[in-house]
C-alpha cells in the first residue's frame, strides 16, 4: 500500500489544471504522487505540484483522505495498486513548464472539456465526488 496526494488547482476562470500522465497509471489527472519515506503528506504535494508544474504553491488545504477500499485501483509505475489518498485544494502562481519526463500534455480546461476526457480513474472519482463533473 502507498500513500498518495493530489492536487486540484483551479484558475481564476473556473478551469482545472490536468496533465495526460507520462507513467502509469495512464490518463488526465491533476497533479498527484507517492509520499516517500520521511516526507509528510503536505510537503509530497508541495513537491509534486512544483515537480509536475513549475507552478509555485502559495496554499493548501486537505480536502478529503480516503482509504483504499473505498477508491478505484490501478497499478502505478511503481507497480503497486493500492493507494491510500490525501487530496488538497491548492493555490498556486506562476508559468506552466512542461516536463517532457513528467507529462505528455499539461493544460487548463473547462468543466466541459474534462468530461470528454479520458481520466484516470482515481481522478474521474474524485471529480464526480466533488461534483466537479
Known amino acids: 500500500?502507498?500513500?498518495?496526494?493530489?492536487?486540484?488547482?483551479?484558475?481564476k476562470t473556473g478551469e482545472y489544471l490536468l496533465i495526460d500522465r507520462l507513467k502509469k497509471p495512464f490518463g488526465f489527472a491533476c497533479p498527484a504522487g507517492h509520499v516517500d519515506?520521511?516526507?509528510?503528506?503536505?510537503?509530497?504535494?508541495?513537491?509534486?505540484?512544483?515537480?509536475?508544474?513549475?507552478l509555485k504553491v502559495i496554499?493548501?488545504?486537505?480536502?478529503?483522505f480516503e482509504n483504499c477500499d473505498?477508491?478505484?485501483?490501478?497499478?502505478?509505475?511503481?507497480?503497486?495498486?493500492k493507494h491510500?489518498?490525501?487530496?488538497?485544494?491548492?493555490?498556486?502562481?506562476g508559468d506552466l513548464i512542461?516536463?517532457?519526463?513528467?507529462?505528455k500534455s499539461i493544460d487548463w480546461y473547462?468543466?466541459?472539456?474534462?468530461?470528454?476526457?479520458?481520466l484516470e480513474s482515481v481522478?474521474?472519482?474524485w471529480f464526480e465526488k466533488f461534483k466537479i463533473i
Not at 491510500?84 to 502562481?93: F, G, Q, R, S
Not at 473547462?110 to 479520458?118: A, D, G, R
Open 123 to 125: 481522478w474521474k472519482y
Open 1 to 11: 500500500i502507498h500513500f498518495s496526494v493530489g492536487a486540484i488547482i483551479k484558475n
Open 84 to 93: 491510500i489518498w490525501i487530496v488538497y485544494d491548492i493555490e498556486a502562481e
Open 110 to 118: 473547462s468543466v466541459e472539456q474534462i468530461k470528454n476526457l479520458q
Open 37 to 54: 519515506e520521511g516526507e509528510t503528506s503536505y510537503t509530497a504535494v508541495v513537491r509534486e505540484v512544483e515537480e509536475e508544474t513549475g
Open 98 to 103: 512542461f516536463k517532457a519526463d513528467e507529462v
Open 70 to 81: 473505498d477508491l478505484p485501483q490501478e497499478a502505478c509505475s511503481r507497480g503497486v495498486d
Open 59 to 64: 496554499s493548501v488545504k486537505e480536502i478529503e
